[in-house]
């Protein structure tokens, strides 16, 4: 949300819970009624523009389970590796890396592109993995937290997160990397005023900032990615 | 770039010396495996059914359609698994006491009827798959009767509020009666007569969510009568004797595991809802559950800082003196009561006359608990900004009142070492205060203004029990078993460098066993400011042990080992241990559109020896952001007509991102007072004490008017303009 660049199709706006309030009689909690599936499906435009289907403009999950679990096969490059896979449509990105292919260094923290802890590089492009379904990723090439390092050989911006302290509870690392990574990839050495403008999007509650801008600055200064 | 220094005490071999975590490269390659990572045989996926309704009876619940739905292996209710969750509310928010716990008069269970905040657990459900989990839920059908709600903590306690229990809503104490906790400290009303003014004034602070990265989650597996839980939480021996007392087990017959986990900030001390949930879940599927909270279920049904109102009644001579003070609060703990509700910062100040009255109080908001320095934050906001105007409506620096009127050690309270005095005088050289503060507040030309706050601080580094084991082999390697988890702080590390250092031996000999209870011994927990000190002086003492060993003995050879043990009882021999601190900010107000930015940030701390300047560094930062988030920006509002919650998840209470942080520049005062593991205090809470009260004192240096409402929002300051 902070960064749009990274969220794929979706309309976020239409899933905002300050519109719940007028009618609460409609509302529930529970994640079956904003799910990302939902919400693509249940034209989120429609609420957005103020039309009162339901609490979310969402059609019933009654009226949706027959069709649930429906797939598609697609092709995904990941880390290197061709992988060609049979997905539900209603699996995201981030589902199919950590959940399909044992690959959960990507962590999903809000699951709608608020905090940016699933940031994963598409084509080279930092993205919201937790936003993309995955199906819009067949054909892509999609590198994750587990394809940074080569031969067992640390990238310069993890060495730089290991020698600054980067992470402090580690689950927001994977993401900041990722984003740390395109940026250095455009611009090998980043100021640090450039740095938070790039990683704007990746979100710490351990409040770590200082700290993570620093080892990316650092990283810069060593080089950037050899 | 933020500044970083240290002085008072050298490095010793390991510790006082930068150094990289034990398990950095796990957390930079994605191999650190939180809760959600791990993936058992045959593993259901758990979901729960939230209320909508911020206070409603449920007349009914149909959960046919979603046990029919296929891959759905357990659905339970509050009709058919009731289980008290013993941490979730207790007399008094006593929350490490099983006698208080079984006496509580407000049970909180998994789940309730009635239900009673926005996000109250209903039901549950297990299936193969977490959309068809989802999809389950969302075919329960449930029959509420709604029932009349109340947000505000003032307005709860008035006679013809809606009552969220029979007995009303002043939150029962300790000993289960409905009594606000009062401190009668001297003679408060002899105080005010010696005045020569008097200043009242009434402070409010929002609900912060602690918004840790990792949502709630917890997986429970059962072999046979054992049951295996893993969950991100902070204290693993808490945890491990919550769930056994909840689900009527013998300690032994549960294990936590927490290998890593996304943060807490003090709401993952105990075990939690979802850990008994999942364990439920599990038992009657047969299989293991993991049990997963979106964001939005974390934020409404997990908990935040209680929000607080602050009345303040100050007496004060004509020469600074203050001769009495007095504040009457109320905290509003939600529907259940987990934590305090305590609202501290009075006790910094050396006044003899002291009156302090606060009344917990049961509303239909979401939970309150603890979040990182508990009672502090918001308490220091309020008193430190009523003694900052009142410093200058006598026209006096308010360094200069606070060196007047602060605390200090007597004959009576003796404190282990006191560091507050050159604490002070440090920030007010490295920040240049009086070049920065204006002595005619809102005195700038125009409609950018600049101003300067200050705020001090004093708090806990008690020692106490806790327990380590040290082993070595015949290849002289060293096994450190501590039951630490790492929320952040680096524990772990923390842990094996005084290891480390207290055999002599370099720390990558040192090998740390954490975050198991089959494979630990106990430790308190990371909370309280306690595991450094606490489990730290019990690696020392372990190590002290293994010692005498090998010098009795020698060093094992063939397959033999020695193991040095220690649970500790420590003491201060009678002394007040604390830490200090001391925060100095300048801000930047545009009152056109009300907007605070931080310009400059000095944290000067003593916080004894420091183990690891890196971590140590980044606790004082990270904390003390935070603290900004939560004195411009956080708040979780309600709808005052309809009970529904506005503003959970990160984007609507405005949590702070890269471009909003300014360099923080962190100095250390180094003083080793012969306790604690090598001399070293706390520091992981401490920080987050004073980013409130400073700011709030700087943007009222700044505009010229007092901010009595925190957060300070871009609204609250072009009120106070207009």
């Known amino acids: ?226 | 770039m933020s500044e970083f220094t240290r002085q008072g005490l050298e490095p010793l071999s390991t510790i006082g010396n930068d150094t990289p975590r034990i398990d950095a490269i796990e957390r930079v390659t994605g191999q650190a495996k939180y809760t959600r990572d791990w993936k058992l045989p045959g593993m259901l996926f758990g979901k729960v059914l939230r209320s909508p309704h911020p206070h409603a009876r449920l007349v009914s619940i149909d959960t046919s359609q979603a046990e029919a739905l296929p891959g759905v292996q357990a659905v339970i209710t509050y009709e058919n698994a009731q289980v008290v969750w013993g941490a979730g509310s207790v007399n008094g928010g006593r929350q490490y006491n099983d006698p208080t716990k079984a006496a509580t008069i407000h049970r909180r269970y998994i789940f309730n009827n009635p239900v009673r905040f926005v996000g109250d657990s209903i039901a549950a459900v297990a299936a193969t798959d977490r959309h068809t989990a989802e999809e389950a839920v969302s075919l329960i059908k449930v029959e509420y009767e709604e029932l009349p709600f109340v947000l505000e903590p003032e307005e709860a306690l008035q006679a013809d509020a809606p009552k969220v229990y029979p007995e009303g809503n002043l939150c029962p104490d300790f000993r289960g009666e409905f009594a606000p906790m009062v401190s009668d400290i001297g003679d408060v009303e002899a105080g005010f007569s010696d005045a020569d003014h008097i200043f009242e004034e009434r402070y409010d602070t929002g609900f912060i969510h602690n918004a840790q990265m990792e949502p709630r989650c917890s997986l429970a597996h059962w072999q046979g009568d054992k049951l295996v839980l893993y969950t991100p939480s902070q204290g693993i021996s808490n945890c491990r004797h919550d769930t056994a007392r909840d689900l009527g087990l013998e300690d032994h017959q549960v294990q936590v595991i927490a290998q890593y986990m996304g943060g807490g900030f003090g709401n993952k001390n105990q075990n939690q809802d979802a850990d008994l949930i999942a364990a439920t879940l599990s038992r009657r599927a047969g299989v293991p559950v993991m049990l997963e909270y979106s964001r939005r279920e974390d934020w409404l049904g997990v908990h935040g800082r209680w929000p607080t109102v602050q009345h303040y009644k100050i007496g004060v001579k004509d020469d600074g003196e203050v001769t009495a003070m007095q504040m009457v609060g109320y905290s509003g703990m939600g529907p259940y009561r987990k934590n305090s509700g305590g609202i501290s910062g009075m006790d910094a100040y050396g006044c003899p006359n002291r009156y302090r009255e606060i009344s917990p109080v049961y509303t239909n908001r979401t939970t309150s608990g603890n979040f990182r320095a508990p009672s502090e934050p918001h308490g220091f906001f309020g008193i430190e900004n009523m003694m900052d105007d009142v410093a200058y409506k006598l026209g006096i620096d308010p360094v200069e009142f606070t060196l007047k009127n602060m605390r200090r050690p007597t004959e009576e309270r003796p404190f282990t070492n006191y560091s507050l005095d050159e604490v002070i005088s440090d920030g007010v050289e490295r920040f240049n205060w009086q070049a920065r503060r204006k002595v005619v507040p809102g005195s700038d030309d125009g409609p950018i203004k600049r101003g300067a706050g200050f705020s001090f601080m004093m708090f806990r580094a008690g020692v106490g029990t806790s327990s380590a084991i040290v082993r070595v082999n015949s290849d002289q390697e060293y096994t450190l078993y501590v039951g630490v988890t790492d929320i952040g702080p680096g524990a772990k590390t923390t842990m094996g460098m005084i290891a480390a250092e207290a055999l002599g031996t370099p720390l990558s000999n040192v090998e740390v066993v954490w975050g198991d209870t089959d494979r630990c011994p106990y430790s308190v927990g990371e909370s309280g400011s306690r595991t450094t000190i606490m489990t730290g002086l019990a690696v020392v003492e372990a190590a002290e042990e293994l010692k005498r060993q090998i010098a009795d003995k020698g060093m094992p050879s063939g397959n033999d080992v020695l193991i040095g043990s220690a649970t500790p009882t420590p003491t201060t021999d009678g002394k007040t241990r604390q830490c200090f601190g001391a925060h100095f900010v300048e801000v930047e107000v545009d009152t056109r559109v009300g907007s605070t930015k931080i310009l400059k940030y000095t944290a000067v701390h003593e916080s004894g020896r420091i183990i690891n300047p890196t971590t140590a560094r980044d606790q004082i930062r990270g904390a003390t952001i935070q603290g900004i988030g939560q004195a411009i920006h956080e708040d979780l509002l309600y709808d005052p007509r309809s009970g529904q919650p506005l503003t959970p998840g990160y984007y609507r209470a405005r949590h702070l991102t890269h471009k909003d942080i300014p360099d923080i520049d962190v100095h250390f005062i180094e003083v080793d007072d012969g306790y604690g593991p090598f001399g070293a205090k706390t520091a992981g809470e401490s920080g987050i004490i004073l980013a409130p009260a400073a700011i709030g004192n700087a943007v009222a240096n700044a505009i010229g008017r007092r901010m009595k409402s925190m957060p300070i929002t871009r609204d609250k300051i072009l009120g106070a303009m207009a």
């Open chain 1, 1 to 226: 949300m902070r960064d749009k660049k990274k969220q794929g199709n979706l309309l976020d706006k239409g899933n905002d819970p300050a519109v719940k309030y007028a009618d609460p009689k409609d509302q529930i909690l529970n994640d079956k009624q904003q799910s990302r599936r939902d919400f693509l499906e249940g034209s989120g435009a429609a609420v957005a523009a103020g039309a009162g289907i339901s609490a979310f403009g969402i059609p019933s999950a009654k009226a949706q389970s027959a069709n649930s679990s429906a797939t598609t096969a697609i092709n995904l490059t990941v880390n290197g590796t061709r992988q060609m896979l049979e997905v539900q449509d209603r699996w995201t990105l981030a589902e199919v890396l950590r959940d399909q292919l044992d690959l959960t260094g990507t962590k999903i923290g809000c699951n709608r592109s608020e905090c940016g802890a699933c940031t994963v590089l598409m084509n080279g492009q930092p993205v919201y993995a937790c936003s993309q379904l995955a199906v819009w990723a067949d054909g892509a090439e999609i590198r994750t937290v587990e394809g940074l390092a080569t031969n067992g050989e640390l990238s310069p911006v993890q060495r730089a997160f290991v020698a600054n302290n980067g992470p402090q509870c580690g689950f927001c690392t994977p993401g900041q990397l990722m984003t740390a990574t395109a940026l250095l990839q455009t611009n090998p050495s980043p100021s640090s005023e450039e740095v938070k403008e790039a990683l704007v999007g990746n979100l710490c509650r351990c409040s770590n900032y200082n700290a993570i801008v620093e080892a990316v600055v650092m990283a810069g200064e060593e080089g950037g990615l050899a």
